[in-house]
């Protein structure tokens, strides 16, 4: 072996990652007769750097991804960026910045270091859902669940910061010595009651199936009119304890169903070993 015998990921990573831009290499549809696969880890949350819990959820991913190209597969493995909430706004005014703009700033970061670890996303698919012209839809969807009265506003209990000034999850509520407090600034935590909004799914209850009951005709009418436990807090408010359960170095998240679906969930490292506390009022998604 004539070359320098040294690995230099510099040089031999950046080649080959631009090639395999070049080629699309990652796109989905390239093996149009081949089985589909779908990879999904949850989108990362750019309200600062990457860190290596983003590298340990994303390369598990990637694994499976990778693995089942080499299996034939035709693999979808997307990628885009989750960024509306209280952490970016959190770290915009840290900054002294507007959160569009240190956002912005973020993604582009976090973009490029995923590219430099060389994941094997279809970048042609990302999605940024802090880009109006992709909420323009969610709003758009939310408009029409209102109107049909499948979206309604009630007053629900929730985990209020006294510090923060904010709804916070559960997953956030530290309890030491009997007392409940923020995990990100140590503040009481209190329980507030506020209006927030909530979906009537259980209308749907009768039409979705169940293992052991047959599907019913789409003509069925919904049965039930009950409110449903599943919940949206109200809006702003909502966005710290909705996206408080999403970030990729801790939180778990719904995700669309998939046959091959990575989707980690580890645990916050600032929150191991410490009580959480047992039962909120704060919904988890
Ligand atoms: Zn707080």
Not at 10 to 35: D, H, L, N, V
Not at 53 to 73: E, N, S
Not at 153 to 158: D, M, V
Not at 269 to 276: D, H, L, N, V, Y
């Given at each position: ?7 230099e990921?510099?040089?031999i990573e950046?080649?080959?990652q631009?090639?395999?831009?070049e080629?699309?290499t990652f796109?989905?549809g390239?093996r149009?007769e081949?089985e589909?696969r779908y990879?999904?880890?949850m ?5 600062g ?7 340990r959820?994303?390369?598990i ?5 990778r693995?089942?190209r080499?299996r ?6 997307p990628i885009?960026?989750?960024a ?7 770290a915009?005014?840290?900054?002294g910045?507007h959160p569009?703009?240190?956002?912005r700033?973020?993604t582009?970061?976090f973009?490029e270091?995923?590219?430099?670890l060389?994941?094997?996303f ?12 992709y909420?323009r ?5 939310f408009?029409?669940?209102?109107e049909k009265?499948i979206v309604?506003?009630?007053?629900g209990?929730?985990n209020?910061?006294?510090?923060c000034?904010?709804?916070i ?5 530290l ?7 923020c995990?990100?600034?140590g503040s009481p935590?209190v329980?507030k ?7 009537r799914i ?5 039409a979705l199936p ?8 789409r003509?069925?009418r919904?049965a039930?009119t009950?409110?449903?436990a599943a ?6 408010r909502?966005?710290?304890?909705s996206?408080?359960?999403?970030d990729?170095?801790?939180r778990?998240r719904?995700?669309p169903?998939s046959?091959?679906?990575?989707r980690p969930?580890?645990r916050?490292a600032r929150?191991r070993g410490?009580?959480?506390r047992a039962s909120?009022?704060v919904?988890?998604?």
């Amino acid at each position: 072996m004539s070359m320098n015998e040294r690995y230099e990921p510099q040089s031999i990573e950046s080649r080959w990652q631009k090639r395999w831009a070049e080629a699309r290499t990652f796109a989905a549809g390239r093996r149009p007769e081949a089985e589909k696969r779908y990879v999904l880890e949850m989108f990362p949350y750019p309200s600062g750097a990457m860190h290596m819990g983003h590298a340990r959820v994303y390369t598990i991913g990637d694994v499976l991804a990778r693995f089942l190209r080499m299996r034939g597969h035709d693999v979808l493995h997307p990628i885009g960026f989750d960024a509306l909430g209280l952490p970016a706004e959190n770290a915009a005014m840290k900054d002294g910045k507007h959160p569009a703009e240190r956002t912005r700033e973020n993604t582009i970061s976090f973009r490029e270091e995923m590219k430099s670890l060389g994941y094997s996303f279809d970048w042609d698919r990302e999605i940024v859902t802090s880009d109006p012209e992709y909420y323009r839809w969610n709003q758009w969807f939310f408009v029409k669940m209102l109107e049909k009265g499948i979206v309604y506003r009630r007053q629900g209990k929730a985990n209020w910061c006294t510090g923060c000034l904010t709804v916070i999850a559960n997953e956030q509520v530290l309890e030491s010595d009997g007392e409940q407090r923020c995990e990100r600034c140590g503040s009481p935590v209190v329980e507030k009651v506020i209006p927030e909004w909530a979906f009537r799914i259980t209308a749907y209850a009768e039409a979705l199936p169940s293992p052991g009951r047959p599907r019913r005709s789409r003509s069925s009418r919904p049965a039930s009119t009950r409110s449903t436990a599943a919940r949206m807090s109200s809006s702003r408010r909502s966005t710290p304890s909705s996206r408080a359960s999403r970030d990729p170095s801790g939180r778990p998240r719904s995700a669309p169903s998939s046959s091959a679906c990575a989707r980690p969930t580890p645990r916050s490292a600032r929150g191991r070993g410490r009580r959480r506390r047992a039962s909120s009022p704060v919904p988890r998604r």
